[in-house]
């Protein structure tokens, strides 16, 4: 099973990437958790990556459509994936089509987590993300059993750089811009299914539940 997430920054991708990882027993790709990554590590990628990242906007597409068919072609991708953050772009999903077409293989579900503006900046400030796993935690809505620790893997909870308030609205914008076209994209090609996002994580878990079925 091939699916990609989209939504606005803080419609709660990750997180229930996470849960659908676990459930479907597929890797979960994040292209934000892999740069941020890089940049920790201070690679030539995450030294690029961090320019734009820091300021809200998107990374070139020549620095992210490789970096993604690289990792799909990773034993692990066989048996299908989980795309949380990739496509971004028109010529992402393009590139990503043409990919999946020479390997005989589609997009399943494009899953559109949808959640209004008014919601996104209250989400934001309050994320904590592990440092070690990318996991990803909100101080009201869904707390570490532990403050400041990832129930996961024990690593440090940290803030998001760029969750400060003009980024995250320059990262809507962006958003608007250039990812919302990629809805009619998969909507033609028949894939798109929506999701009620504003619901609490574990609703929104099985809606999403609900529609990929119980098939692996
Ligand atoms: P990326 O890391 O992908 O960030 P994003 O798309 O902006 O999305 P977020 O990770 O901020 O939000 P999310 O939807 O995952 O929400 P979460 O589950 O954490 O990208 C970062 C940057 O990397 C980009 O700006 C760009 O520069 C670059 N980049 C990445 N991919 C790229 C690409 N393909 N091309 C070019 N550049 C790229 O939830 C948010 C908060 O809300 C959490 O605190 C969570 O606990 C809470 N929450 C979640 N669900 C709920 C709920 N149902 N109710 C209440 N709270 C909830
Ligand atoms: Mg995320
Ligand atoms: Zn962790």
Redesign the pocket.
């Given at each position: 099973m091939n699916i990609i997430?989209l939504?606005?920054?803080?419609?709660?991708?990750?997180?229930?990437?996470k849960l659908i990882s676990e459930k479907y027993s597929i890797p979960h790709i994040?292209?934000?958790?892999?740069?941020?990554k890089n940049i920790s590590e201070k690679t030539p990628l995450g030294v690029k990556?961090k320019e734009?990242?820091d300021?809200?906007?998107?990374?070139?597409?020549e620095?992210?459509i490789d970096l993604?068919k690289d990792r799909l072609q990773s034993d692990d991708c066989k048996k299908g994936f989980l795309l949380?953050?990739?496509?971004?772009?028109v010529k992402?999903a393009e590139a990503l089509d043409e990919f999946l077409k020479s390997n005989n293989s589609q997009i399943d579900f494009a899953l559109l987590?949808e959640?209004p503006n008014e919601?996104i900046l209250d989400?934001?400030t309050?994320?904590?993300?592990c440092q070690s796993c990318g996991g990803?935690?909100?101080?009201?809505?869904?707390p570490p059993k532990e403050e400041s620790k990832c129930d996961i893997c024990g690593g440090i909870l940290i803030q998001?750089k760029?969750?400060k308030e003009e980024t995250v609205k320059e990262?809507l914008n962006?958003?608007e811009k250039q990812t919302q076209p990629l809805v009619d994209y998969y909507n033609e090609k028949n894939a798109l299914c929506k999701v009620n996002?504003?619901?609490?994580?574990d609703?929104?878990f099985k809606d999403i539940c609900n529609i990929l079925g119980s098939d692996k």
């Open positions: 997430l939504g606005p920054p803080g419609a709660g991708k990750g997180t229930q990437a994040s292209t934000g958790d892999i740069f941020r990556a734009y990242m300021k809200g906007q998107l990374v070139p597409d620095l992210t993604v949380d953050g990739f496509p971004r772009t992402q987590i959640v919601f989400r934001m309050g994320r904590r993300v990803s935690y909100h101080i009201k809505f869904n998001r760029d969750d990262r962006v958003y996002g504003t619901e609490t994580i609703n929104v």
